[in-house]
T-cell receptor
């Protein structure tokens, strides 16, 4: 069965520091991979997604993620954290059923320290 | 372009009462999803519609939950009767095409339900 593991339910970084949110997945087929962000009291918004091709994917707000097949990982990074990045981040992988239903991670809450 | 609209934003009910949520997807989006998001967890798909037909409702507790999408546009999700464990945020999302999870999904702000 497919699964998504996000390491760390909470990650705290200082403003201006590197952001690294970890995501590992299991999939029996080449996956589509997604990062969504959820700001307080809002719905989820797509940050970036990997389909095929280039393994380094750039998204909105300066975020990027690298698909590493050998490590089954899709970690999210941003060189310099901003206070506005405080939110919850969800990693998801497309499933293998006929509808490719998304398999979601449990989420990582990013806390930015001033 | 208007986003996905949901109402109400918040609802508090007593257990065993009924409640309904409404969703209006982005214009032209064929696929509509209802998710349940419990605090500290990722979203759980309850039901997926393609136009006005059900594609997947395998995780919908059909003894108490029902959903419909009339005319392939707006959708309502109903819980009757509600249980304490139904306290969650109910998210509606839509996508343009029918390739399910491979499509970008656009989410509404959600309805936060508290069952007392």
């Amino acid at each position: 069965a497919q699964s998504v593991t996000q390491l760390g339910s909470h990650v705290s970084v200082s403003e201006g520091a590197l952001v690294l949110l970890r995501c590992n997945y299991s999939s029996s087929v080449p996956p589509y991979l997604f990062w969504y962000v959820q700001y307080p009291n809002q719905g989820l918004q797509l940050l970036l997604k990997y389909t095929t091709g280039a393994t380094l994917v750039k998204g909105i707000n300066g975020f990027e993620a690298e698909f590493k097949k050998s490590e089954t990982s899709f970690h999210l990074t941003k060189p310099s954290a901003h206070m506005s990045d405080a939110a919850e981040y969800f990693c998801a992988v497309s499933g293998t059923d006929s509808n490719y239903q998304l398999i979601w991670g449990a989420g990582t809450k990013l806390i930015i320290k001033p | 372009e208007a986003g996905v609209a949901q109402s109400p934003r918040y609802k508090i009910i007593e257990k065993r009462q009924s409640v309904a949520f409404w969703c209006n997807p982005i214009s032209g989006h064929a696929t509509l999803y209802w998710y349940q998001q419990i605090l500290g967890q990722g979203p759980k798909l309850l039901i997926q519609f393609q136009n006005n037909g059900v594609v997947d409702d395998s995780q919908l507790p059909k003894d108490r939950f029902s959903a419909e999408r009339l005319k392939g546009v707006d959708s309502t999700l109903k819980i009757q009767p509600a249980k304490l464990e139904d306290s969650a945020v109910y998210l509606c999302a839509s996508s343009l095409d029918k390739t399910g999870g491979r499509e970008t999904q656009y989410f509404g702000p959600g309805t936060r339900l508290l069952v007392l």
